[in-house]
């Protein structure tokens, strides 16, 4: 257990004990019991694997749904004006967790293994530590955006060097419908689309141009040819020859314009130290990993491998499509930010982000960290 002047955190240890070489756990039964009727500002979701993107409730405590998953952070704020949120922090390893209201308080409920609903986690080293459980608490609900538990409680940074980590300002061309008006050629997957938006960039003051393909279809060989779905020869390594990928890369850098690509996570995890040594040399400045969409144990792990492997590349990370943060930044700040969050791109198709929904951000889901709101289209 620890407290802060500004809430508490536990968590779960399990020691080195004789004849125990391995664990499977089925339930982490974490309760949380709160007094009183307080306001509650929190998000339903309809199962383990989403997007983590959705609208929030704000209703009395007693107006909050039973059996249902409930993302986190969740806040809450007492009629005396005190204000808490529940999160978790360090996850690292181990099932994300969600909340369910059932009898008696807030349930931890972990996300399961993929393909079954019994198996959380399975551990086959120790120690082995469950991620902190994070209560912050303040005197006014403003003052839950002030507090640094989260990143307090994850390990010092792990990369030696950190002078090449800085952020940067990128076009990103899915956002805006790849619009090249007043020119000459045929928008596509190739150099000339590419060039347009590197002079863009450059005229302006960007810091880099953000690849990601062309109408829904990604830059590199894809034999499912679908933005949201990787086919099996997906190859991240094999930019389509039409694109001309030398080229752009050399023309960008004759610019003084960095390069950013997007990849769907699947193929990138296939080949990840192949992408990444072929992407530094290339002189990429970072990725957007896409369409994660989950945060069982399995996906956890592979995310810090991610990021390990990119923080070797010099390579910094956006994850889309993903689980919320829990201060792994501190560990690794090549993670500039994770959207899984209803965020302005959502206007090209629906009017569900509103101000509502502006104001419940910071109070909810950027309270756990950075998130892309794609704000600037």
Sequence with gaps: VRAFDDGIAFRYEFPEQKAWDSYVMYDERTQFNLQGNPMALLMYLPGYVNTHEGVYSHVRYDKVARKRLIEMPATFEFDNGVAVAITEAAIRDYAGMYLMKEK???TGKLSPK???????????????????????????VGG???????????????IEDTSWIKPCRTTFTWWNGNVVPDSTFSPGNNFDTNKYYIDFAARNGL????????????????????????????????????????????YARSKGVGIHLWVHW????????????????????????????????EMI??????????????????????????????????EFTREGTLN???????????????????????LAGATDYHLGG
């Design 266 to 297: 699947r193929p990138l995890y296939d080949k990840l130290e192949e992408a990444f040594a072929l992407y530094e040399e290339w002189g990429v400045r970072g990725l957007m990993v896409d369409f994660m969409d989950r945060n069982d144990q």
């Design 344 to 366: 302005y791109e959502v206007c090209k198709w629906d009017t569900l982000v509103n101000a509502d929904h502006d104001i419940a951000i910071p109070f909810t889901r950027m």
């Design 301 to 334: 792990r592979i995310q810090e491998e991610i990021l390990e492997c990119a923080a070797r590349h010099r390579l910094f990370i956006q994850f889309h499509g993903s689980s919320k943060p829990s201060g792994l930044v501190r560990t690794y700040p090549n």
């Design 144 to 158: 839950l955006l002030e507090t640094n538990i989260l990143t307090s409680l994850n390990e010092p940074c792990r």
């Design 207 to 250: 810091d880099a141009h953000g690849i990601y393909g062309y109408a829904e279809t990604p830059w590199y060989y894809d034999d499912n040819f679908n933005f949201g779905w990787a086919g099996p020869n997906a190859d991240v390594t094999k930019p389509i020859p039409c694109l001309n990928m030398p080229r752009i890369v050399e």
């Design 104 to 106: 008696g308080g807030l």
């Design 114 to 140: 993929l393909g079954q609903e019994k198996i959380k986690v399975e551990i086959d080293n120790f120690p082995h530590r469950t991620p902190w459980r994070v209560i912050s608490v303040a005197d006014r």
